[in-house]
């Protein structure tokens, strides 16, 4: 009497784990552009504390703060330039609105839209 097969073949585990190893490479690619986010947004939300103690703003002294705090965490990608400070009212506003690239393989990539408001005093 012969008995069946349990488990999974070697041919199901690749059919099974190839799908998981390609998310996880995508996950590694996608890491370093979303802690740059994190610190681009770390740096608008002190300078918004900063603004706060302040009068007289202007957007040369906004976009200078803005420009140090960048150098300080390395920020390359969106650079002070890019950074849109316009008057809302009464308020200032910083937006950053980018996007970025993750090469995946090949011609495979992944593009990521970033977008973060902050209002200044």
């Not at 041919?11 to 979303?34: E, F, M, N, Q, S």
């Not at 308020?91 to 996007?99: C, L, R, S, T």
């Amino acid at each position: 009497m012969r008995k069946s097969q349990r488990g999974v073949t070697v041919l199901g585990w690749i059919i099974l784990l190839t799908p998981v190893a390609v998310v996880g490479y995508a996950a590694i690619r996608l890491i370093p552009l979303y802690l740059n986010y994190f610190r681009v947004v770390k740096v608008l939300e002190q300078t918004a504390a900063e603004s706060r103690d302040q009068s007289g703003l202007d957007v040369a002294s906004i976009r200078n703060s803005i420009e140090k705090r960048f150098n300080v965490e390395y920020v390359d990608n969106p650079t002070a330039k890019e950074i849109d400070i316009h008057r809302e009212g009464d308020d200032w506003v910083a937006v950053a609105k980018y996007e970025e690239e993750a090469p995946l393989f090949g011609n495979i990539s992944l593009l990521v839209d970033f977008d973060k408001q902050v209002a200044l005093k």
